[in-house]
């Protein structure tokens, strides 16, 4: 059905990089939520009406709240689909995250008021009544959710959307949920044994666990991560593109992320300083606009320029990166260069240091410098330290 939709109602459908495809595609997805979630909502109470059973009932409220989530994800795409303004100039795309946290917070308030029902139905038991109608309704149920959650989860890869996975770990959350009340409700109709609120209690912390789960994945672009390593690698891959024209290499590399399809990224690329300035700075534009075009992120360069030719320079840092790689070998060290004054000879660089490294950074600095200090040449190091994700 998503697929036939899709068709009809989305255009340039495969360019999901383009906001507006986003929108699109977050709108029919929250639309098809909805009418699901009321219809399922609907059965399910008639089925618990029936059955007398708190566990049905409570699902049936579990599919009304997940109608609620289906509009907060239709209204945050269509809201993050709006264009940058005075007030928010790089766009309105972290809205989609924000209605995911929302969507995670509403499982999570669900999973707790079942925990209480649960508990309230073990105090206070009574017999649950099953009959074939009832047991339909529930296979029913269990197929149409295993159905929103592969849409959701397909749709969410496809535009790399944290709010529709949130939406589909709801949906497989759900149709578990759903599987053990089934079971409940067979078990109930069989036997004399009534474990209608303990399989309520298990769904319950089900339920729970997939808000915890959706709500870390939710909150973290907001809070900001690093970049995923594919980016890294294309970003990586082209900018080493134009060795030949005179890149040396790259480091510093920074990427906002101000929500899917609205990425922001500077990075100091190394270049030779006895190039032409003119000829390097053209260089270094046309990189930009490729950056820009090829992974839809507006880029800024700062341009390095490093000694390649000049022997002492070389013989120096060639002496510090085997201080550095005494020291672990996965250190990195960039931006070298000798500032010679009266006194001493400066060697000013930057260390790479991973945010969980063992040591810290001003024992790092220290045990660099102090290195630095035993060598021939009167030399002092300058250090900034870098920091880098593992």
């Known amino acids: 059905m998503i697929q036939i939709l899709t068709r009809l109602f989305i255009k340039n459908a495969e360019d999901t990089t383009n906001p507006s495809v986003r929108q699109a595609y977050g709108i029919l997805c929250g639309g098809a939520g909805i009418g699901l979630n009321i219809f399922l909502f609907i059965i399910k109470f008639i089925a618990g009406q029936l059955s007398g059973s708190i566990a049905i009932t409570a699902d049936a409220f579990n599919n009304l709240s997940d109608a609620g989530s289906s509009v907060i994800t239709l209204v945050g795409f269509?809201?993050?689909?709006?264009?940058?303004?005075?007030?928010?100039?790089?766009?309105?795309?972290?809205?989609?995250?924000?209605?995911?946290?929302?969507v995670s917070v509403i499982i999570l308030l669900m999973g707790?008021?079942?925990?209480?029902?649960s508990v309230g139905k073990i105090i206070h038991p009574s017999p649950v009544e099953a009959g074939a109608l009832v047991i339909a309704i529930l296979l029913v149920s269990v197929c149409v959710k295993l159905y929103m959650y592969f849409y959701n989860r397909g749709i969410s890869r496809k535009i790399d959307s944290a709010a529709m996975m949130a939406t589909a770990k709801d949906s497989i959350s759900d149709s578990i949920s759903t599987i053990v009340v089934l079971f409940t409700t067979l078990l109930a109709l069989g036997t004399d044994v009534q474990i209608d609120g303990w399989c309520g209690i298990l769904v319950a912390g089900f339920v729970l666990w997939?808000?915890?789960?959706?709500?870390?994945?939710?909150?973290?672009p907001l809070l900001g991560q690093p970049p995923e390593p594919e980016f890294v690698e294309k970003i990586e891959e082209i900018i080493m593109l134009y060795k030949e024209q005179g890149v040396l290499g790259l480091h510093d590399l920074v990427v906002h992320n101000y929500g899917p399809g609205r990425v922001m990224l500077s990075v100091h690329v190394e270049v030779p300083s006895t190039g032409d300035i003119l000829e390097l700075h053209d260089m270094i534009d046309l990189i930009e606009h490729r950056l820009a075009s090829e992974l839809n992120c507006s880029a800024v360069i700062h341009m390095d320029p490093v000694c390649v030719n000049d022997e002492e320079t070389n013989k120096a840092k060639e002496k510090v990166a085997g201080i550095i790689k005494e020291l672990?070998?996965?250190?990195?060290?960039?931006?070298?260069?000798?500032?010679?004054?009266p006194t001493h000879t400066n060697l000013i660089f930057d260390v790479v240091i991973p945010y969980d490294y063992g040591m810290a950074d001003d024992e790092v600095k220290r045990y660099v410098q102090e290195k630095v200090k035993g060598l021939d040449g009167n030399y002092f190091a300058v250090i900034d330290v870098d920091k880098e994700c593992r």
């Open 78 to 102: 269509k809201m993050a689909g709006q264009k940058p303004d005075n007030d928010h100039p790089f766009g309105h795309g972290r809205i989609e995250y924000i209605s995911g946290m929302l």
């Open 112 to 117: 707790a008021e079942l925990l209480k029902s």
């Open 210 to 220: 997939t808000g915890y789960q959706a709500m870390k994945d939710t909150v973290s």
């Open 328 to 341: 672990d070998g996965k250190l990195k060290f960039h931006d070298f260069r000798m500032v010679h004054g």
